[in-house]
């Protein structure tokens, strides 16, 4: 039976990962330091759970010390994160590094966490020019993409068959940051209006984690060294993603599609990039990756944990989701216009 090692594999590509070998009959070995964030349906499904320090070489020896036919790092932020791993690359059939397209930049040098949007008018391809390497400090906007880059040069400069995988806006069950969240908290709060900026036309790139669990089970039946983008097989804007989550949950409300300039205070969203930022995915098709599903079709998964349970959503004092959703404002805006602040109940 066939050895998967997952580190940090508690998060939301992590299961979809063990989930989709698992079900492949893969044997799935998954680390973490907090034993309480392994989902109980991957344990019934049989993946076994290591109490181990990303950080720790020690561990590493732990976890990965029989080898494995495949390896995925969902962990690796920095050089010496990944220069962690050099000791172990000869005893694995296949590692996937699971990078992020943070570290592409525009033509002038601007990227995703830039204070500058950056610009892509075309789809952006795996050869596109990234961030320069920086060591240490990967936890600010600047030094997040950055410090993926020096990880990415460690590892593809070992000559081991290392593929690089730079997911976008990622969506799935177990989402740190479940993004669609904005919309589903207004239609649980029963909003007769969703506001959009840019008239909803802003977009970046969904990436659902089932499609990125494909993904990589077609790369550890291809070991190679490469960079792979991961996204969605379509690219919804803004406007479709809110029609999709309420189409999904049943909810009509007035869609109020804001021009460029017209209260900027209303209307944000975390897709809202103009030009849309859309990422090439060919070289992920060529290999003979084929994808779960759309967007509409796979961010289900995500809403069904949402409203499973109170435990998976995000906290109401979420300063990241607060900006999206001040009613005040909202209100104040649909008074003025004569508009109802409130959905109707009967």
């Known amino acids: 039976m ?21 079900e492949a009959g893969w044997q799935v070995r998954i680390t973490g330091r ?6 109980s349906a991957l344990r019934a499904a049989g993946a076994r759970f290591l109490a181990s320090d990303r950080r720790s ?29 050099l000791p172990h690359l000869s005893g694995v059939g296949s590692a996937v590094m699971l990078s992020s397209k943070a570290v592409y930049t525009d033509d002038a040098g601007n990227h995703v966490n830039s204070d500058v949007p950056p610009c ?17 400090g990967y936890d600010s906007r ?18 081991h068959p290392v593929t690089v995988i730079r997911p976008s806006k990622v969506h799935g069950e177990g989402a740190a940051v479940p993004r669609e969240w904005m919309f589903v908290k207004r239609i649980l709060d029963r909003r007769p209006a969703v506001f ?11 990436s659902a984690a089932v499609n990125t669990a494909a993904l990589i089970e077609t790369v550890a039946a291809r070991p190679g060294q490469r960079i792979l983008n991961s996204a969605d097989p379509d690219a919804p804007t803004s406007l479709e993603i809110a029609r999709t989550v309420a189409a999904y949950l049943g909810h009509e409300w007035e869609e109020i599609l804001l021009e460029a ?14 030009p849309p930022l859309v990422l090439d995915t060919q070289a992920s098709t060529a290999l003979g990756y084929e994808p779960v599903g759309t967007y509409a079709e796979t961010v289900t998964a995500e809403i069904d944990w949402l409203l499973a349970s109170p435990a998976n959503r995000p906290d109401a004092a979420d300063g990241f989701f607060s900006n999206f959703t001040d009613y005040d404002l909202e209100d104040a805006y649909l008074t003025d216009r004569g508009r109802p602040t409130s959905a109707c109940s009967c």
């Not at 066939?2 to 698992?22: D, E, P, S």
């Not at 892509?120 to 240490?136: A, C, Q, S, V, W």
Request: proline share 6%; aromatic share 4%.
């Open 34 to 39: 907090d034993a309480s964030k392994m989902p």
């Open 196 to 206: 959009l900026a840019t008239a909803g036309a802003g977009g970046d790139h969904t």
């Open 2 to 22: 066939k050895q998967a090692v997952i580190l940090g594999g508690t998060g939301v590509l992590g299961r979809a990962i063990a989930h989709r070998l698992l």
């Open 142 to 159: 600047e030094g997040y993409g950055a410090n993926k880059v020096a990880a990415e040069h460690v590892l593809l400069d070992t000559g």
């Open 57 to 85: 070489g020690h561990d590493l020896a732990q976890a990965l010390g029989n080898g494995a036919d495949l390896l995925v790092d969902a962990a690796c932020y920095t050089a010496a994160e990944a220069r962690l791993l």
């Open 261 to 274: 300039g017209d209260h900027p205070e209303l209307g944000a969203h975390p897709w809202n990039f103009t």
């Open 120 to 136: 892509f008018p075309h789809p952006i391809r795996e050869d596109r020019p990234t961030m320069k390497p920086l060591n240490g």
